[in-house]
C-alpha cells in the first residue's frame, strides 16, 4: 500500500483546511486509514481514522466537533476536513494503514503498516 498525502499549508487561527490521503494497492477488510500528526518537538500523536470497509469514523478528543475525517472510495482518498483550526493543530500530519483497536468507540491501540510522507499545517495566532 502506497499512501500521498496532501493538502497542508498555512492559514490563520479559525480558518479551515482539507487533507488528502491517496491510497494505492491493496489493503484488508480490516484497514483503517488514520491521521497522525506531530508537533515540533513533540510526539506522533493519533487524530482520527477511518474504517475502510464499514466507513466507521474515530476522533481523538482534540479533534472532536472540529475535525472530520471521509472518504471516496472511488478516488481511494481519505479527507481530514480541518475546520476552525487552532495554533496548536500545527504540525507535520502523515496518514497511515494499519489496524486499530476500538472499546467502545475509542481507539485504545493502533498498529500502522504503511506510512506516507507528511504534509505540514502551519496554524498562526
Known amino acids: 500500500v502506497q499512501l500521498q498525502a496532501s493538502g497542508g499549508g498555512l492559514v490563520q487561527a479559525g480558518g479551515s483546511l482539507r487533507l488528502s490521503c491517496a491510497a494505492s494497492g491493496r489493503t484488508s477488510s480490516n484497514t483503517a486509514i488514520t491521521w497522525f500528526r506531530q508537533a515540533p518537538g513533540e510526539e506522533r500523536e493519533f487524530v482520527a481514522a477511518?474504517?475502510?470497509?464499514?466507513?466507521?469514523?474515530y476522533y481523538a478528543d482534540s479533534a472532536k466537533g472540529r475535525f472530520t475525517i471521509s472518504r471516496d472510495v472511488a478516488k481511494s482518498t481519505v479527507y481530514l476536513q480541518m475546520d476552525n483550526l487552532k495554533p496548536e493543530d500545527t504540525g507535520v500530519y502523515y496518514c497511515a494503514a494499519g489496524w486499530l483497536a476500538v472499546v467502545l468507540g475509542t481507539v485504545k491501540s493502533y498498529n500502522m503498516n504503511y506510512w506516507g510522507k507528511g504534509t505540514l499545517v502551519t496554524v498562526s495566532s
Open positions: 477511518l474504517n475502510w470497509s464499514g466507513g466507521s469514523t
